[in-house]
């Protein structure tokens, strides 16, 4: 079946700039999850969606950065005024969250590769 | 604090050679464990998991991994490394009844011919 999938693979922006990221979930999986990866570093988390609720933005570094998720799909994360630091890999992952199971694998997507000029 | 460890930034390794990758956690409760794999341009892979149980857990692609509770510690090995095995390998911690993983910073596995 069709895994995460995320686009754009590659971003260019300008400083200034608002980019949109977007992410599809395995269908089903209710849990989406947003990271961070700056080069050379590990995955920072950003935030958690259960369905299209977001209890967990604690990982947002600024209010330049947002999330929405539409029902248990699609999800975009957005960066406004992009600045240089925010040049990174961000990557999406989802999860199929089960009582009995509570720590199933997460699937991750490809991810998105921002570069900010 | 919540914290993973992983030691070793850089290894290399000649093919055929064992490996051991090595983890180390700060964590309050019983923790779950993973490793997950990341090739170049890639998401990351689950290799393989620890919950419960037999504190030896193997995985894909032959690797397997060691939980030891009084070292805090799970660290993941291979017997015999493939060319193909280059990649980079983030140790990750959970537990049960939240949502959050943490995860380290990742070692970079080079493969020598």
């Known amino acids: 079946g069709a895994g995460v999938s995320q686009s754009p693979s590659n971003k260019v922006t300008e400083k200034g700039k608002d980019v949109e990221l977007r992410c599809d979930p395995i269908?089903?999986?209710?849990?989406l999850y947003w990271y961070r990866q700056r080069l050379g570093q590990g995955l920072e988390f950003l935030i958690y969606?259960?369905?299209?609720?977001?209890?967990?933005k604690s990982g947002l570094p600024s209010d330049r950065f947002s999330a929405e998720r539409t029902g248990e799909s699609v999800s975009t994360l957005t960066i406004q005024r992009t600045q240089q630091e925010d040049s990174a890999v961000y990557l999406c992952a989802s999860r199929q969250m089960r009582d009995r199971e509570r720590y199933n694998e997460q699937f991750f997507g490809p991810g998105t590769r921002l570069t900010v000029l | 604090a919540q914290s993973v460890t992983q030691p070793d930034i850089h290894i290399t390794v000649s093919e055929g050679a064992s490996l051991e990758l090595r983890c180390n956690y700060s964590?309050?409760?019983?923790?779950?464990l993973f490793w997950y794999v990341q090739s170049p341009g890639q998401g990351l892979q689950l290799l393989l998991k620890y919950f419960s149980g037999d504190t030896l857990v193997q995985g894909i692609k032959g690797f397997e991994a060691e939980f030891k509770r009084s070292q805090s510690s799970f660290n993941l090995r291979k017997p015999s490394v493939h060319w193909s095995d280059a990649a980079e390998y983030f140790c990750a911690v959970g537990r049960s009844g939240t949502y959050k993983y943490i995860f380290g910073t990742g070692t970079r596995l080079k493969v020598l011919a």
């Open positions: 269908s089903g999986h209710t849990a």
């Open positions: 969606f259960q369905g299209n609720s977001a209890p967990d």
């Open positions: 964590y309050g409760a019983t923790p779950y």
